[in-house]
């Protein structure tokens, strides 16, 4: 599978080639028609891309976790720069969800005359770096990681060997840069783990689908670490293995933060 470890850059930044293209790429820049009801699930990856795909899955269904459980998760909120993610987020039924590494210079141009809306998630980069060592271990379009040492390096210098979409340096600070998409909104926040629930209301007031309680308590059930583990539609346990080799790791793996979790 090593010849697959090929890599391309598309406006300097690059990508591997087994998940992505430049057709694909020049598609969901320019030619990707965003709806004005969209959610854009937005993330530097290992951010919690996936869980924050699960609360908006959850809120979108009231709290009810039976889409959750029916459809896997890369079908409810398709990576729609990916090659196979942008069939499927032109055939979704609004409201979509859409998630994204992209770098705001990338990101859909018809997202920035639209209505729609960005939920960017920010996690500790240090956190980041270490749930993305891991990962690159087990996903095979990237290559091996090595050792930490060195990948450390490559991290600080946002080379973007291991990672689609660039170093953490091409994400994070472009969506809040002025100009950017966090900065233009009044509301933005990064969803703290410790406050599940009051960040979840935070995110459901700033989508505009405010929730009953029990809702709510179905939504931070559904989303919580253990059942999203147990989901097979969540824990990426029916990806291909020409994708994900998870006989070595789970893609779920501790899902904490700070040094006990490295
Ligand atoms: P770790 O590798 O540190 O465990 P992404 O979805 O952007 O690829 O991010 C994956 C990271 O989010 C993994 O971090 C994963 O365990 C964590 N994660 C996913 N769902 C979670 C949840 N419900 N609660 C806490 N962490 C979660």
Redesign the pocket.
């Known amino acids: 599978l090593s010849m697959f470890k090929e890599y391309f850059q598309y406006k300097g930044i690059s990508f591997p080639e087994l998940i992505y293209s430049a057709q694909g790429l020049r598609e969901a820049e320019n030619g990707f028609r965003v709806r004005d009801d969209d959610i854009f699930n937005v993330?530097y990856?290992?951010?919690?891309?996936?869980?924050m795909l699960?609360i908006l899955s959850l809120i979108r269904s009231n709290g009810d976790p039976s889409w959750c459980r029916t459809v896997p998760n890369w079908e409810r909120g398709p990576w729609y720069e990916t090659i196979l993610g942008l069939r499927m987020a032109q055939g979704n039924r609004s409201p979509r969800i859409i998630s994204s590494h992209l770098p705001i210079q990338l990101f859909a141009k018809s997202f920035f005359r639209s209505k729609a809306k960005v939920v960017y998630t920010v996690r500790n980069p240090k956190?980041v770096l270490?749930?993305l060592y891991?990962?690159a271990q087990i996903f095979r379009p990237y290559k091996e990681p090595g050792r930490m040492d060195q990948f450390l390096e490559r991290f600080l210098e946002g080379d973007g060997e291991c990672r689609g979409g660039g170093g953490w340096h091409c994400s994070a600070p472009t969506w809040r840069a002025p100009g950017g998409g966090l900065a233009t909104d009044p509301r933005p926040y990064s969803p703290p783990?410790q406050d599940l629930r009051g960040s979840i209301q935070r995110i459901c007031r700033f989508l505009g689908r405010e929730l009953e309680d029990q809702a709510l308590d179905a939504v931070v059930a559904n989303?919580?670490?253990q059942a999203?583990k147990q989901n097979k539609m969540s824990n990426f346990s029916l990806s291909p293995s020409f994708l994900l080799d998870q006989s070595k790791k789970s893609?779920?793996?501790?899902?904490?933060a700070g040094p006990g979790?490295w």
């Open positions: 993330t990856q290992k951010s919690g891309t996936v869980w699960e956190d270490v749930s891991h990962f783990p989303a919580s670490f999203m893609f779920l793996r501790k899902g904490g979790n």
